[in-house]
């Protein structure tokens, strides 16, 4: 069975870190590109950041360049988002996504994407 499960997510106050991971069963994510999105309340899903399958290419929005970073350990099937400097308009629901995609095409953080995680809460507040 193909599921993607994050974690990580929790309350933390503003200008903290978090750090959330993408955990990968029953599929490899070598040949993957991998996203993660958020969705607040109220708010349409957003695309954050991505990284193609080879880690050549990684990609973020413009409200979390120089604060987010993702990475990936293809070894543990497993990709990271480091949130530092984290703000309250951060707050919302994070997701994890997975596309198969040759490294020479990137990624796009809007994807399409093929598999999603069931997401993971991210509340940033005093």
């Known amino acids: 069975q193909v599921q993607l499960v994050e974690s990580g997510g929790g309350l933390v106050q503003p200008g903290g870190s978090l750090r959330l991971s993408c955990a990968a069963s029953?599929?490899?994510?070598?040949?993957?590109?991998i996203g993660w999105l958020r969705q607040a309340p109220g708010k349409e899903r957003e695309g954050v950041s991505c990284?193609?399958?080879?880690?050549?290419?990684?990609n973020y929005a413009e409200s979390v360049k120089g604060r987010f970073t993702i990475s990936r350990d293809n070894a543990k099937n497993t990709v990271y988002l480091q949130m530092n400097s984290l703000k309250p308009e951060d707050t919302a629901v994070y997701y994890c996504?997975?596309?198969?995609?040759?490294?020479?095409?990137?990624?796009?953080?809007?994807?399409?994407?093929?598999?999603w995680g069931q997401g993971t809460q991210v509340t940033v507040s005093s």
């Open positions: 990284i193609s399958s080879s880690s050549g290419t990684t």
């Open positions: 996504a997975a596309v198969q995609r040759p490294y020479q095409l990137g990624c796009t953080i809007w994807g399409p994407y093929d598999y």
């Open positions: 029953g599929f490899t994510l070598d040949y993957y590109a």
